[in-house]
């Protein structure tokens, strides 16, 4: 199996958009900061990923994973589903 990287999936998610601009205007029909062609050239090749706050988007909008374009990113915890670490369990309170 093939490990992919943050900028892999960013490209296949490029590619499924129809390229850098279409990626761009799809994103900022759905974000509150306008997305420029640009802005997606800096992630492929300054950055070499997205930044956490559009993956969401970018999900949405190609479905590939936030997980395959943010690794570093505990997408489990933000989804609120089972994290790899579970929570503590709160203290048991005193009766007064």
Same mark, same amino acid.
């Given at each position: 199996?093939?490990?992919?990287? +943050?900028?892999?999936?960013?490209?296949?998610?490029?590619?499924? @958009? !129809? !390229?850098?601009?279409?990626?761009?205007?799809?994103?900022?029909?759905?974000?509150?900061? +306008?997305?420029?062609?640009?802005?997606? *050239?800096? *992630?492929?090749?300054?950055?070499?990923?997205?930044? @956490? &706050?559009?993956?969401?988007?970018?999900?949405?909008?190609?479905?590939?994973?936030?997980?395959?374009?943010?690794?570093?990113?505990? *997408?489990?915890?933000?989804?609120?589903?089972?994290? =790899?670490? +579970?929570?503590? @369990?709160? @203290?048991?309170? &005193? =009766?007064?």
């Amino acid at each position: 199996m093939q490990t992919k990287t +943050p900028v892999d999936a960013l490209l296949e998610a490029v590619t499924r @958009a !129809g !390229g850098q601009a279409a990626l761009a205007k799809q994103i900022s029909t759905l974000s509150p900061k +306008p997305i420029s062609q640009a802005n997606v *050239w800096n *992630w492929l090749r300054r950055d070499l990923r997205a930044p @956490a &706050e559009v993956c969401p988007l970018i999900e949405r909008l190609t479905q590939v994973l936030c997980e395959n374009l943010r690794p570093d990113v505990d *997408w489990a915890y933000l989804r609120n589903t089972t994290s =790899a670490a +579970p929570a503590p @369990a709160p @203290a048991p309170q &005193e =009766a007064a």
